[in-house]
């Protein structure tokens, strides 16, 4: 039964033919319990990476779409907004899926309550190096040069990209990889929210912060892998779901 006023949310599922056990999470979580909601919030890093739309007939990129297609025809609808892994994603994405694109950060009204979403790489401001690659990959002029780039070209650039972010996770501090306190109280105050619900750093939980004196509450959403999980908002609050 649909739910007018359940809205769910996932992140991070890092979807790859490598991984089919996760995919096949997801298929079911589709196929399953997404049904009920009347908006499913996909918050980036769907995809362990997208490498280009011209990349819309790999196999398993195929498959993920139209199953994405197919869960949108039951009637939910799907909102994703692109995390550091899957920026490249475009509009022929957004038609093979059957879903609209968010920017981040977007304020929603979630059953009354304004509710700021972000990925969250944006909120992880000690990671300097990081934030100057993504200062770099998000103009338009770098969006285009990769894109006139070959698709194999491409693939074999962001495995090495991957390949040195593993790397470098390897060498950084647990801390520096996490939201920096003054980025997230500073969201909070320049949204004028008091919920916050992001991914990326894969540490799921529910934090409270007291900005300027009110009560604020932020929902990390966390990674899938041999389980998922999922927060569902409706007009009784947020709540997890875990998908197994
Ligand atoms: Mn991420």
């Given at each position: 039964?649909?739910?007018a ?8 599922l890092?979807?790859?033919a490598r ?14 319990p997404?049904r009920?909601?009347?908006t499913?919030?996909?918050?980036g890093d769907?995809?362990?990476?997208w ?8 196999p398993f990129?195929?498959?993920t779409?139209?199953?994405l297609?197919?869960f949108a ?7 994703f907004?692109?995390?550091n ?13 059957r879903?609209?694109?968010?920017a ?5 009204d979630?059953?009354g309550?304004p ?9 992880c401001t ?7 690659f993504?200062?770099?990959a ?8 990769m894109?006139?780039?070959p698709?194999?070209?491409?693939k ?5 990209l991957?390949a040195?972010?593993e ?11 996490d ?6 109280a500073?969201?909070?105050r320049r949204?004028?929210?008091r919920r ?7 540490r799921q939980a529910?934090h409270e912060h ?5 009560a604020?509450?932020r ?11 999922a927060?569902?908002?409706d007009?009784?609050?947020?709540r997890w779901?875990?998908i197994?």
């Open positions: 039964m649909l739910n006023d359940l809205s769910l949310f996932v992140s991070d890092h979807l790859t991984r089919p056990e996760t995919a096949a999470l997801f298929q079911r979580f589709l196929a399953g997404a009920a909601a009347r499913l919030y996909i918050l769907l995809f362990d990476y490498a280009g739309d011209d990349d819309l007939g790999e990129n195929a498959e779409c139209a199953a297609a197919e025809a039951g009637g939910t609808r799907t909102l907004m692109p995390g892994r899957d920026f490249l994603a475009g509009a022929p994405f957004g038609v093979a899926s879903l609209t694109f968010l981040d950060p977007t304020v929603v979630l059953a309550v509710t700021l979403l972000m990925h969250g790489d944006t909120l000690d990671d300097t190096d990081y934030l100057a993504r200062a770099v998000r103009t338009p002029q770098w969006r285009a040069d894109l006139a780039r698709l194999a070209e491409r074999a650039m962001l495995d090495v991957r040195r972010s790397a470098a996770k390897q060498g950084k501090d647990y801390d520096v990889m939201a920096n306190a003054v980025a997230v500073e969201a909070f949204h004028g929210v916050l619900i992001h991914g990326h750093t894969h529910r007291l900005v300027d004196g009110r604020c509450e929902w990390v959403l966390g990674a899938w892998h041999d389980s998922g999980n927060l569902a908002v007009g009784h609050g947020c779901l875990a197994d």
